[in-house]
């Protein structure tokens, strides 16, 4: 019955257990629907993008950076190549605990953690690509980093290749350099982050043929980031190779040969417009940018006033000056203006108007045909030159010349000059200081060396060449540049042989040029001069120096244009005239009111005086100084005899010679007169400094005013005269056995000098030697300085607490010891800001007397360096009580007005050298 029951008629439709598990199938066949849905989604619509993040998950590809092409010369030499180098990356998807890595990281490599910080935030933090943070690891570096390598999670040390180069700076503008790409060139689509891409020169230029394509490997790691196998790996493709048409072992040449001057050389091969060489110079150092190059490095180059990564050769314009007169002449010969023959007057000045115009000399020259004008250069033969062809001539031939437009070298940022457009209100003035290459003209070095090639060659205007061939890893040809002509001057055979004859003349034939006369070649060129202002004169370096040439002058193969610029040395200028102005703040403070400020006023007449004589010496050739130095020295001892009979005596010393309202001290004058005198005898022509005539002359220079000075007496000047001597004589070249025979014959004449001096002299001498033997007389005034220097401790007293000095307890303290009043009121950060200054200005003597290009030169350079040397050492070594008191100013801090003068004076002579020492 229960059976029969449960399956009859219509039950089941009844029964709750049924309906129950009806809803159970339904449910469970929904769950399976989604489940197949999810999966669906998973597998297909999500599979591309979920297999990736696995295989994110197992796989960490490192790429592996392809070596950048080399560049090398046209023989072979490489001007940049490659090595390995270190380069800490980091993996943001593998820094669990980021900020720890960070610190750890920071404190093992001294990396600033902000600089970390900010690579990182660049990219996403699940990025598994390597983050490149600092390059060029050292080995030290490398060991820390492996040494806690378990506790550095995500960083990784990877191996790339660098650029190296044969020398820091050799072609820098030319070649260029390599720096990680920016954010904006990422945004082209080009790059990616940590790409390494030519920024300027040849290696922005060619960068698509030079990076080649990065290889890499992709590496199996378990859960914790540990490698288990390496899964595929492609091996980067090396950039292809550049063949230039630079001559390395040229480049180099022209390199040494700017050394520290700014201007620019070009090299070009006249026969295909070839660039052999070119540098502009200051350059930049290329091993900077293979690092990691800071901001703050970055903003200190780009703000540099000296424009290191500006390329002078071809970016920056220039009036040629003389080296126009070759345009000149060639409209006015093919033009008919004038025939070779043809004679103007070449005076000294020319009237227009009211105008006065002045030649480069002052030598009146009388008539002169062009072949001469132009061999001498003389510009006022070229006023009126220029006056009978007319500024559209000139304007029309100068174009003609390819000035005025860029040449079409392969480098970015070439400037294209000015040649001036004649206007229908153009004066005579301006077609007048155009004819000598002044005036609204301007030119680049480069255009100057293809002008001069189109003279060598009789017309032809070459587009500079810089790349010959481009070849990949494998040898295959990708890219070759023919030599192109861009343009040709069109004048006539003979009018090509004159001025080719004309500029042999220069060199050859006692022209301007002279001293590129070379022994076995003939060459042929054309000096000029580019004002910087107003009646600016050539001879006392104000001006920019050129000179254009080629050679052989009878079958050209090789054009030279330098370019020096006026190399006033500003740096050296500001710190002298900051150590005027501390010395100024120290007197003012010494009476505040009415009575420090005439002090002041007085000390600041001094001041003008003294520039203006800076700027007179500055503006005389140290050589011409050189050749009137006998008739100084004459002078000289004149005005120290001058002091024995007219001489104004004050405290017991004999050593001003009254004029009027001031005085002149002669000794101090005759230091800087020392220095020129025996300079030019130890390089005169008859000199040598290993002979014994030139020894004995020497001594008998020093002997004769130090016997003068020390009767005055005035020891502390006759003391600076020692040293000086001895740096000249060292510098000159004399044996040191020698030197030191001098040395020791002067301390065995020592006991004579005792015997001549003054009883307050041997007595300063005696105290050094005990400084209690006199506490409160002759040794009192090195131990108040002492005790003036010491209470300045660290940041000093201020004016108003420097009450050793105010209270006058300090002797001497506007003169001698000027430095413990300074001191004592600005401590030893101030003191110490000072003796850098000093050390600075010493330091720039010796490296401009190292850079000069001729003995006398040298020689001048290293005597006034090794004067201001001796005289800040002993006077700083009396106040500290270091030295026996010997009554000696410091430079430029001291009042006293011969002292400042003579000291200006000296730096002058320092500039005229710096400014000449290529000329």
Known sequence: MAVSGFGAGGGARRD????????????????????????????????ARLRDLSEKNRIRVRPAAAPRGILFDRNGLAMVDNRPAFTLSLIPREMENRDAVLARLSVLLKLPIGELTESLARVPPDSFMPVRVRRRLTMDEVAKVEEWKLELPGVVVEVEPQRVYPSPQLGAHLLGYVREVSEEQMRQGRYRRGDMAGQSGLERLLDEYLRGRDGGEEIEVDAFGRPVRVVRRQEPRPGAHVVTTLDRRIQEVVERAMGTHAGAVVVLDARSGDILALTSSPAFELDHFTGALGRQAWLRLVRDPEAPLLNRAIQSQYAPGSVFKIVVAAAALQEGTITPFDRLRCAPTFQLGTRTFKNWDDTDWGELDLYHAIVRSCNTYFYQLGLKVGLEPISRYARAFGLGAPTGIALAGEKAGLVPAPRPRSRAGDTVNVSIGQGPLLVTPLQVARMMAAVATGGILWKPRLVQRVEAADGRLLYSEPGQMSGYVDLSPAVWAFLQRSLWGVVNDGGTGAAARLPGIEVAGKTGTAQLITSSDARRGQDHAWFAA?????????????????????????????????????????????????????????????????????????????????????????????????????????????????????????????????????????????????????????????????????????LVLIPVFFALLFGAGVRLRELGWLGLAGLAGAPLVWLVLKDYQRERLLVYLDPFRDPLGSAYNVIQSKIAIGSGQLLGKGIAGATQSRLAFLPERHTDFIFAVFAEMWGFVGALVVLVGYAFLILRGFEIAGAAREPLGRLLALGVTALLGAQTLINLGMVMGLLPIVGIPLPLMSYGGSSLVVTLMALGLLLSVRMRQSL
């Open 16 to 47: 709750p257990f049924r309906r129950r598990l009806l809803i159970l199938t339904v449910g469970t066949l929904t769950a399976f629907l989604v489940l197949l849905g999810q999966l669906w989604y998973l597998q297909v619509l999500e599979g």
């Open 550 to 718: 080629y050679a052989p002058a009878q079958d050209p193969q090789v054009v030279v244009v330098v370019l020096v610029l006026q190399n006033v040395d500003w740096l050296l200028l500001a710190t002298a005239v900051a150590l005027v102005a501390l010395g100024l703040l120290t007197l003012w403070s010494l009476s505040p009111g009415r009575q420090g400020s005439a002090v002041v006023w007085r000390q600041l007449s001094w001041l003008g005086l003294g520039l203006l004589a800076l700027l007179a010496v500055a503006s005389v050739d140290y050589r011409n100084l050189a050749r009137a130095a006998p008739a100084f020295y004459v002078i000289g001892i004149g005005l120290l005899l001058l002091v024995v009979v007219f001489g104004r005596a004050v405290s017991g010393a004999r050593r001003w010679i009254p004029l009027g309202p001031i005085s002149l001290q002669p000794a101090e004058l005759f230091k800087l007169i020392f220095i020129v005198t025996l300079a030019w005898a130890l390089t005169a022509r008859w000199a040598n400094p290993r002979a014994r005539v030139t020894l004995a002359t020497a001594l008998g220079l020093l002997v004769v005013p130090f016997i003068l000075v020390v009767r005055q007496p005035d020891l502390g000047t006759a």
